[in-house]
């Protein structure tokens, strides 16, 4: 699984919800940059697993692993911006019509040479529906709740 965008000279974007990493390949397929992030945590090395029931009615061990990004986005300058959490799940036990707690999470906001240029913690603590740079403005959307959060990116 991962997410990527798609840059105007046709440059592909990924970032790995169960890595942390980030990689940009060229229209021909070619890798042009591979990176990872420095993060406040420590990865947990054993997360154990958890048995759940398939819509197939099949019983299925999954293991739990580290989760890192959710989603990419690339804008016209070619400035990244990825949101990725603040803290890793602890293994818990879910009852019957409970809602897993939302982790913290954080907007990176980077330059096309992936230098950070900023790092964005929302006010809201629901993750938007949506989010995106625009000129010199990074942008979060929750089209759900109805709220929309702007801050202005501020390059030398």
């Given at each position: 699984?991962?997410?990527?965008?798609?840059?105007?000279?046709?440059?592909?974007?990924?970032?790995?919800?169960?890595?942390?990493?980030?990689?940009?390949?060229?229209?021909?397929?070619d890798l042009i940059l591979k990176i990872t992030r420095e993060l406040d945590y420590v990865e947990n090395e054993n997360l154990g697993s958890v048995e759940y029931t398939g819509e197939d009615g099949e019983n299925y061990t999954k293991d739990i692993t580290n989760r890192f990004s959710f989603?990419?986005?690339?804008?016209?300058n070619g400035r990244i911006s990825v949101m990725?959490?603040?803290?890793?799940?602890?293994?818990?036990?879910?009852?019957?019509?409970?809602?897993?707690?939302?982790?913290?999470?954080?907007?990176?906001?980077?330059?096309?040479?992936?230098?950070?240029?900023?790092?964005?913690?929302?006010?809201e603590k629901i993750m938007p529906s949506k989010f995106y740079i625009h000129d010199n403005r990074f942008f979060m959307i929750n089209a759900a709740d109805m709220w929309v959060y702007e801050y202005r990116i501020m390059e030398n």
């Amino acid at each position: 699984m991962f997410y990527f965008k798609v840059d105007q000279s046709d440059n592909i974007y990924i970032t790995f919800p169960y890595q942390n990493r980030i990689e940009k390949f060229n229209a021909a397929g070619d890798l042009i940059l591979k990176i990872t992030r420095e993060l406040d945590y420590v990865e947990n090395e054993n997360l154990g697993s958890v048995e759940y029931t398939g819509e197939d009615g099949e019983n299925y061990t999954k293991d739990i692993t580290n989760r890192f990004s959710f989603d990419i986005h690339v804008d016209r300058n070619g400035r990244i911006s990825v949101m990725t959490l603040l803290e890793q799940d602890t293994i818990r036990k879910m009852t019957e019509g409970s809602i897993p707690e939302q982790k913290p999470f954080m907007f990176g906001v980077y330059n096309s040479k992936v230098v950070l240029l900023c790092s964005v913690l929302p006010v809201e603590k629901i993750m938007p529906s949506k989010f995106y740079i625009h000129d010199n403005r990074f942008f979060m959307i929750n089209a759900a709740d109805m709220w929309v959060y702007e801050y202005r990116i501020m390059e030398n």
